[in-house]
């Protein structure tokens, strides 16, 4: 089993900044790839960044350019840095886990709201 915790949503106005927090526990050694979806309302889950056990990185097109992944493995935090917010941004963002066994875990969720 793992657990994913994620901090650091808010309020930012557009243009702004904000940085994604997600720490894992548990079975933490079964982890294959981290990454970051996200929820607007009335549309589905999308995903945002990934970033594998071997430190590979892939990002939805909407967000290259202007979102990091980045991670910690002594913390078992992954990191999503976001910049020159927008709007369209404005969703639920959930952390994300998948071992290798092809198990997803997700968190709770962060609300990332970007005001115009």
């Known amino acids: 089993q793992v657990q994913l915790v994620e901090s650091g949503g808010g309020l930012v106005q557009a243009g702004g900044s904000l940085r994604l927090s997600c720490v894992a526990s548990?079975?933490?050694?079964?982890?294959?790839?981290r990454g970051w979806f996200r929820q607007a309302p009335g549309k589905q889950r999308q995903l945002v960044a990934t970033?594998?056990?071997?430190?590979?990185?892939n990002y939805a097109d909407s967000v290259k350019g202007r979102f990091t992944i980045s991670r910690d493995s002594a913390k078992n935090t992954v990191y999503l840095q976001m910049s020159s917010l927008k709007p369209e941004d404005t969703a639920v963002y959930y952390c994300h886990a998948l071992t290798f066994s092809k198990t997803n875990y997700w968190g709770q969720g962060t609300q990332v709201t970007v005001s115009s």
């Open positions: 970033i594998s056990s071997s430190g590979t990185t």
């Open positions: 548990g079975s933490t050694s079964s982890i294959n790839f």
